[in-house]
């Protein structure tokens, strides 16, 4: 069905689904044979938005779930039944994929397969310990707004894979960089304080 569709289009299925909140389960439906790089699109999504706990904790750990899966070179993502069953409010999908679809048009519009060199099964299972590094980076942001470089690079990462586009890739590892940064300097502060409390 998605064969040759582009990011935005299966995005925009998604969000047209009907119900009050969307299970992983028909998030995984809809997904089908691009399931691994849509994922690691979908998991960003809602953290390019400021949200409150602890859906980046849920995002962060998702997200780990399927590097580690993408390391050991898994044809498709396996999820247990109980993370399957969890669900988003549909409107917090559609509000993250309209807020995203802007963006994703532009980058498609640019996007075109490039540097495909990436898109080995060895560097995939590079990039699965990449995307694990993000998830890590998603798990101990600053609440509220300080996932949203980690949002914004995790995003950049997953439409690289679906477009095969290897400068994508390199723009959202640029951007996760700095999202990393900002991740590490809250874990210290957080140390420091506890330090200094005790």
Known sequence: MFSNARTSQILLALASQPGERLTVRDIMAVLQDRAF??????????????????????????LALVAIQIIFGREAPWLPRQLLNRSLAHTDVERAVARAMPTFRKLERFSRPRMTFLDTPFAMRIMGAIVLVMALGLLFAPPFVGQIPMGL???LVGLGLVERDGLVIVGGLIIGSIGMTLSLGFIYAVFTGLETVF
């Open 153 to 155: 690079a995790v995003c």
């Open 37 to 62: 790089a849509l994922l690691i699109v979908l998991l960003g999504l809602p953290n390019c938005l400021p949200m409150p706990p602890p859906i980046p904790l849920v995002c962060g750990l998702l």
